[in-house]
């Protein structure tokens, strides 16, 4: 691995690669078979000395490669209600990512020192920011506005078909970030020196595209300025992923984001990372300032893919699974050389975020203390070895953002709470519409094309249902018990292209007799139509009481749920 010296600059004044650090057990090897030949007493003595330089050589290459150490335990802070993603967390504990709102609109956010901020949209209904606010708590991501985009594209992924913007946030400012002249664009990373990274519209109609939108490119904007990337010779759409401090980019390079190619760019040049033996999906996910890259890959056939860890000496590493499962990706690392993400069972029915160090990946929720919340998938991990990631709440079937913070070196060990940590501990199985959310977002095209718009093997997708509840969650006053409470709508609406199938509308949960629905809908609903349904509630017993309406249907997603009605106690 190369090693980044930042006072050295090249012809477009970015930081320039240097030579490789030795290696350790190399140069003391050397050292040793010269002593060797001299006699044993001077061997003796060269000894001590070879033990103190490998020593000195390992503080230098320390952060070039994982450290040895035992597994940390963790203590895990609740961040709320989550999209199926969160973005990162930087050197001071801050953590973006994805709320979901009360309305069920998805808005970015920023978690520092306990406290959220919800960051907002740009007239539209959605936003999300992605991979950690940086040490001076910048956030990019992306936002909706209120028009529709012209070609219908569906380029945010929420489903709504409005253009797209993506923006910068700081000290309490969400600001635009302009395109290569096309409707849409994405911010999808940001280093410490204020970089943007994402993917840009120009004005070109896309030729590789089967429905009508433009095309799409890899981009950084900086000090209002912003500048394309070449993508991969062949190509025509790209798009940065993640940037570190050194100006190295990582990200996709592809034909209307079929199929997907893992490319870096340094020095104004695109080099293509190989894969895992597959040709379909490979999206690199971060890299961090050693130079080291994480994501996924197909493997040969491309019926699954694995994590991988790339670096300039080794290429390509196939990181495995966690047993049992066939899945698996990375999405984060640090520069101390540690890797978290998810590892899945063949069907997404059983998902895991895990901790790779080492050579060995752990199940994430193993080191943390007994919790109602399973950790399925882990997204980022700062320098103290901090991790964020969603877990889906047993008692409630929510999904939610999580912090999970090591134990000092003083109370590692023993927890504070006297719980100690698992060593293993039973799968849980992800609800219906976690697994297909989780199958929708492990291919590039949920963030950039609409389902529509996205190729598989050079033959389009059919258009398909979208299937929306609003509000997702209702609340209820207190009621008498056996009387009948006044009844509060859900709105079902089609917001797809084709007709959504209803097989079922019902109330499941806990406390499913305590509530009764009717409704509208009938046994179909055309793409742009909409129905309603009327839930009440009548206790059977005192305190609080829970379920959820829940719609089966040919949508993605299916069942959808309104959850949680409760009745204060």
């Known amino acids: 691995?190369?090693?980044?010296?930042?006072?050295?600059?090249?012809?477009?004044?970015?930081?320039?690669?240097?030579?490789?650090?030795?290696?350790?057990?190399?140069?003391?090897?050397?050292?040793?078979?010269?002593?060797?030949?001299?006699?044993?007493?001077?061997?003796?003595?060269?000894?001590?000395?070879?033990?103190?330089?490998?020593?000195?050589?390992?503080?230098?290459?320390?952060?070039?490669?994982?450290?040895?150490?035992?597994?940390?335990?963790?203590?895990?802070?609740?961040?709320?209600?989550?999209?199926?993603?969160?973005?990162?967390?930087?050197?001071?504990g801050s953590v973006d990512g994805t709320a979901i709102l009360l309305d069920g609109t998805q808005h970015a956010f920023l978690w520092r020192k306990g406290a959220k901020t919800v960051l907002g949209t740009f007239g539209g209904p959605n936003s999300a920011a992605f991979k950690g606010p940086t040490e001076k708590g910048q956030v990019v991501g992306k936002a909706e506005t209120p028009t529709p985009d012209p070609f219908g594209e569906d380029f945010c992924g929420f489903g709504t078909q409005l253009i797209c913007v993506p923006f910068v946030w700081q000290n309490g400012a969400k600001a635009p970030l302009r395109t290569l002249g096309g409707n849409n664009g994405i911010a999808f990373g940001v280093n410490n020196r204020g970089q943007v990274a994402g993917s840009a519209e120009n004005t070109t109609q896309d030729p590789t595209c089967p429905i009508p939108s433009l095309e799409a490119k890899a981009v950084i904007w900086e000090k209002d300025e912003i500048q394309e990337l070449p993508t991969f010779p062949g190509d025509t759409d790209s798009a940065v992923i993640s940037i570190n401090d050194d100006s190295q980019a990582v990200g996709i390079s592809t034909n209307c984001f079929a199929t997907l190619r893992n490319v870096l760019w340094q020095h104004g040049t695109v080099i293509d990372l190989g894969n895992l033996g597959g040709t379909v999906t490979n999206e690199p996910n971060n890299i961090n300032n050693q130079g080291q890259v994480v994501g996924f890959s197909d493997l040969p056939g491309d019926a699954s893919f694995h994590a991988f860890l790339w670096t300039e000496d080794k290429g390509m590493q196939d990181l495995g699974t966690l047993p049992g499962d066939v899945f698996s990706g990375g999405d984060g690392n640090n520069d101390k050389g540690q890797v978290v993400g998810f590892s899945c069972n063949a069907d997404f029915s059983i998902c895991r975020a895990f901790l790779w160090q080492n050579g060995t990946m752990t199940d994430l929720n193993t080191l943390i203390p007994a919790s109602p919340l399973s950790l399925f998938e882990a997204f980022g991990i700062n320098s103290r070895g901090e991790i964020t990631g969603v877990a889906i709440d047993q008692t409630t079937d929510e999904t939610r953002a999580f912090l999970a913070v090591p134990e000092n070196s003083e109370t590692a060990g023993s927890d504070p709470s006297g719980a100690a940590a698992e060593t293993s501990r039973p799968n849980v199985v992800l609800p219906e519409n976690v697994r297909k959310m989780l199958r929708q977002r492990l291919g590039f095209g949920h963030f950039m094309r609409s389902p529509q718009q996205v190729t598989l093997g050079k033959t389009a997708v059919n258009s398909a249902p979208t299937a929306t509840l609003s509000p997702t969650s209702l609340t209820f006053s207190a009621q008498g018990i056996g009387t009948t409470s006044p009844a509060k709508s859900v709105t079902l609406k089609n917001t797809g292209t084709a007709s959504l199938t209803i097989t079922s509308i019902a109330i499941t949960g806990t406390n499913a007799g305590d509530f009764a629905q009717t409704h509208t809908c009938g046994s179909s609903l055309a793409a742009g139509a909409s129905c309603t349904i009327s839930v009440t509630f009548k206790p059977t017993a005192s305190g609080t009481r829970s379920a959820a309406l829940s719609v089966t249907d040919n949508a993605a997603g299916s069942p959808q749920k309104v959850r949680n009605f409760l009745l204060p106690a």
């Open 1 to 92: 691995m190369a090693g980044i010296n930042s006072n050295s600059q090249g012809a477009s004044g970015r930081p320039q690669l240097t030579t490789r650090l030795p290696r350790p057990r190399q140069q003391a090897q050397r050292i040793k078979e010269e002593v060797v030949k001299k006699n044993l007493s001077a061997y003796i003595t060269a000894i001590t000395l070879i033990s103190s330089l490998a020593a000195s050589i390992q503080l230098a290459a320390q952060e070039l490669q994982p450290q040895k150490k035992e597994l940390p335990r963790y203590t895990i802070i609740d961040l709320g209600p989550a999209a199926d993603w969160v973005g990162g967390v930087n050197n001071k």
